[in-house]
């Protein structure tokens, strides 16, 4: 199983509205705050072009990103839904997407910087907050950044989002002093289901990604248009 991703930045979304479909159209006439229509811009333009890629689409108002009612996007072409599952972030002018056939997939962008006890007392595990005191001090900001980072991707598998505790996700970081450069693996307890996630993470700057799925992902296989 790929899952396949898309990173894009600021400047790669058209201008104008010709690639949005006639629901995308009416959802960006609601957001009047231009941070937030920027972003959802970058969010759908970099979620359209991964599944125009994935479905052979020629033009991008083929294709329509539709939040569903708990906020989660989906995918149409016309008024048929695709099957595959897909997640948006979007932080400091970058947009990340994540899509898979056959599994539930979540991602998630964070920029790695300072973070006081408070947050990490607040949403992390018990686990979590033991290896957050325990990692070299040079590694502590990466691995807040990772384990929230991965506690959203998991949260968007759920559909939840912040609704849902951050504790009822537990993240273990295998190899948090890993280069970063290329994808290294995660893995996300998540209870009361007892289900275990799969998932992914890199480095870029200060900017981490992570990608969860709730089946192995043998690979993820994807194109940054910021590097
Ligand atoms: C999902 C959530 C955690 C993401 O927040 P965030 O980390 O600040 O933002 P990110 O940029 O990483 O992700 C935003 C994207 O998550 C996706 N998303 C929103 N709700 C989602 C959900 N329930 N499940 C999966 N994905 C969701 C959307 O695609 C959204 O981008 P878009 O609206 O531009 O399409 C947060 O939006 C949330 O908790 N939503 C559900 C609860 C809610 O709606 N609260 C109201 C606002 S407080």
Request: glycine share 6%.
């Amino acid at each position: 199983m790929t899952i396949r991703w898309s990173l894009s930045r600021a400047s790669a979304a058209p201008e104008g509205d010709d690639w949005l479909g006639p629901e995308e159209r009416a959802a960006q006439a609601g957001l009047t705050l231009p941070k937030r229509r920027a972003e959802w811009r970058l969010g759908r333009y970099t979620a359209k072009s991964l599944v125009a890629d994935l479905i052979g689409a020629r033009r991008l108002e083929e294709i329509q990103v539709i939040a569903a009612k708990d906020g989660a996007p989906e995918a149409f072409v016309g008024s048929e839904r695709l099957r595959m599952s897909l997640s948006i972030s979007h932080r400091d002018g970058v947009a990340a997407c994540a899509a898979a056939w056959d599994a539930r997939v979540g991602c998630d962008l964070e920029v790695v910087e300072p973070r006081t006890p408070r947050f990490v007392s607040d949403f992390f595990t018990e686990r979590e907050r033991e290896v957050a005191y325990e990692v070299d001090d040079s590694l502590r900001d990466r691995y807040v950044a990772l384990v929230w980072s991965a506690k959203e991707s998991a949260l968007k598998v759920l559909r939840a989002g912040l609704r849902r505790d951050t504790r009822s996700a537990e993240v273990e970081i295998e190899e948090l002093a890993a280069p970063g450069a290329d994808w290294s693996p995660l893995t996300v307890a998540v209870s009361p289901e007892g289900e275990r996630f799969e998932g992914s993470w890199f480095q870029d700057g200060d900017v981490v990604m992570t990608i969860v799925c709730d089946v192995p992902a043998l690979r993820v296989a994807g194109h940054d248009e910021k590097r």
